[in-house]
């Protein structure tokens, strides 16, 4: 009786045998003191490693920071040191073979990669005992290019009067204030950056000539950008709320928990919205994750994009969402917020109490990235993608 040593496979008593075989002489013996030896040959072979689940398919942007712990979706009957290696991921991600943590920058092309270049990764994780058992399962990993946040340049239009007349490309009489005045367009996208404002609706008139000041301070600029800043703001907070999404990003609500430590706070982006998790104190939270508060199942339109966002693809039948936020602590206890987000306007509100406990039923730190000071890692990338002024916006 007994249990074989974890290695036992790979041993022998007999340099003779092969590893795992054992030649073992049993010997009976009668009250008499008669004897009778024999042979048994004893085989103890290795178990290999186990899945215990399945890997979730990943998803995320270009030039994401990104972290996944994927030890936990294997385990060895027989206590192996397991050892893992991952082929197929994104460019720019790599898998530390002792500790089973996937972790990198996605490269700032990965949406254009892939085995058909659509930026979806069939990604191979195989975890290894060392005595010869391996197991693998697959995943995909789909990488999504930034989001666009540019706004379309408006029409050209004719200043008032039609078409000035021109003799052999001069100017006839046309002002920067008559130019800029008689495109009436101009006035519902003052959000545009000041290059695609002014400067492009002059350069759309052939007529002006090369000697006309745009310089900082001309009246005419001073004014357009005056306007630009009001109709932004006004477009990103105003606009959207209980109707269609606006084209900016804003800031929908953020409610403090655990001790002042933590902040939870959300954001719309035309359709989607995100939830930001992120630490005020060097002792809050080190890993993330999210459940419903009800206790069912996540759904599959609400993710976890990077370890300190949850990413929420609105549906058209759900106003209103009752999330579970759980973090865990440096002790390994787990702090439970739960809060409702207004899925049209981004309100955000805590519901009961935070709750500390030693443990939880649900899965914690499945994502796991670094907690940054200021905006994450994922909504400075948003907020920086083609218009880096909405970073103001958020400050507002």
Not at 235 to 249: A, H, K, L, Q, V
Not at 324 to 330: I, M, T
Not at 370 to 375: F, M, T
Request: hydrophobic share 35%.
């Amino acid at each position: 009786s007994g249990t074989p040593d974890s290695d036992a496979s790979q041993q022998t008593n007999d340099p003779a045998n092969p590893p795992g075989t054992y030649t073992i002489p049993v010997t009976a013996t009668d009250p008499q003191g008669a004897t009778f030896t024999t042979i048994v040959t004893y085989v103890v072979t290795n178990p290999p490693p186990v899945i215990l689940a399945d890997i979730p398919d990943r998803k995320s942007i270009d030039g994401a920071p990104f972290t996944a712990d994927i030890k936990g979706f294997f385990d060895d009957p027989d206590d192996d040191v397991l050892s893992y290696d991952a082929q197929g991921l994104p460019p720019g991600l790599t898998i530390d073979p002792v500790t089973g943590i996937i972790s990198g920058a996605i490269a700032g092309d990965a949406s254009t990669g892939g085995p058909n270049g659509d930026g979806i990764y069939i990604v191979t994780v195989t975890a290894d005992d060392g005595q010869g058992g391996t197991v693998s399962q697959e995943f995909e990993f789909e990488v999504d290019p930034i989001p666009n946040t540019t706004v379309p340049q408006p029409p050209i239009l004719p200043p008032p009067g039609g078409e000035p007349e021109n003799v052999d490309g001069d100017p006839v009489g046309l002002t920067v204030t008559d130019a800029v005045d008689g495109i009436s367009s101009l006035g519902p996208h003052m959000g545009l950056p000041e290059d695609l404002v002014v400067t492009a609706a002059v350069n759309g008139i052939a007529d002006l000539g090369n000697d006309i000041s745009l310089d900082g301070d001309h009246p005419v600029t001073e004014a357009i950008e005056q306007q630009r800043r009001e109709d932004a703001i006004s477009s990103t907070f105003g606009s959207g709320i209980g109707g269609d999404f606006p084209e900016y990003p804003y800031l929908g609500g953020q409610v403090e928990a655990y001790d002042g430590r933590v902040l939870v706070r959300s954001l719309i982006y035309q359709d989607e919205v995100f939830v930001e998790l992120r630490n005020l104190r060097s002792d809050g939270v080190q890993d993330w994750g999210v459940g419903l508060s009800s206790g069912r199942p996540v759904p599959d339109w609400v993710t976890m994009p990077a370890g300190d966002l949850i990413l929420i693809d609105r549906p058209a039948d759900v106003d209103h969402l009752h999330l579970e936020v759980l973090g865990r602590l440096a002790d390994g206890s787990v702090v439970t917020i739960n809060v409702r987000v207004d899925l049209r306007t981004g309100e955000i509100v805590r519901e009961g109490s935070t709750e500390v406990s030693q443990a939880s039923s649900r899965a914690v730190g499945t994502d796991v990235a670094s907690v940054e000071v200021g905006l994450s890692a994922s909504l400075d990338r948003l907020a920086h993608a083609e218009r880096a002024d909405v970073t103001s916006l958020f400050k507002v």
